[in-house]
């Protein structure tokens, strides 16, 4: 239960702390709602955007509880990787938090994989659009949840170390939670909060910190390797 907390933690903390990554990579999809949203007032278009952001979350839900199922299978018929599984998750965790804190383009190649996939994926977008209804909100956002990039790939392997696929869908789920905020407010058109968010001093700050929960993510299984077994005298 430990190891799970520690996950939803780091989870929900890398989707808060990372949003300005967040607003790079799906921000255009965020503008694209607020663009060709013809619901106007916003009484009418926050239970759109609540519906649209619901649609990202259970594309993240899904894409956790099959990383974790096809994890925790491998774990079973191989035990001694799943620790260097958890070591690889802090790994790119930390990476991550580098990238937003001082643009270093470690992991490029997974946002260009996004940029792709996003180039084959947008035709499907239009048949969304206008977004003037409730299914077709929940569409585009289950559409927008599975854009892969650099930040969820890595709360994705961390999904994929967690034991039980049920976990592995809660820890995308508090990813997607801690990422919110910045999505709704952006799908509202709250064009402030995005310049905040690629303000030089926040992104430094929200790097260093998701820095600091990759090395925590390293540390665990690090002293568990360390550590004796609790039948090692026997």
Not at 57 to 64: K, P
Not at 94 to 121: D, K, P, T, Y
Not at 124 to 151: E, H, T
Request: charged share 10%.
């Amino acid at each position: 239960m430990t190891d799970l907390v520690a996950a939803l933690t780091t989870a929900f903390l890398a989707g808060l702390l990372g949003s300005a990554h967040c607003l790079g990579m799906c921000g255009g999809i965020s503008g694209l709602f607020a663009l060709h949203s013809s619901v106007r007032g916003l009484g009418q278009q926050l239970p759109m955007a609540l519906v649209y952001n619901a649609g990202r979350l259970a594309s993240y839900a899904v894409l956790g509880l099959a990383v974790a199922a096809v994890g925790s299978r491998f774990a079973a018929l191989a035990p001694a990787v799943g620790k260097p599984l958890r070591l690889i998750a802090g790994a790119v965790i930390i990476l991550i938090g580098l990238q937003i804190a001082f643009n270093v383009r470690v992991l490029g190649f997974l946002e260009r994989m996004g940029g792709v996939a996003w180039s084959r994926l947008s035709p499907f977008a239009g048949r969304f659009l206008p977004v003037n209804s409730l299914p077709r909100a929940l569409g585009l956002g289950l559409l927008w949840g599975l854009i892969p990039c650099g930040l969820v790939y890595s709360v994705l392997l961390v999904a994929a170390t967690s034991g039980r696929a049920v976990d592995g869908a809660l820890i995308m789920l508090a990813f997607g939670a801690g990422t919110t905020p910045a999505m709704l407010l952006t799908g509202l058109g709250a064009a402030r909060l995005a310049q905040l968010m690629q303000d030089r001093r926040t992104r430094l700050g929200a790097g260093l910190l998701i820095v600091m929960l990759g090395i925590l993510t390293l540390f665990m299984p690090i002293t568990a390797m360390l550590s004796p077994g609790p039948h090692s005298h026997h």
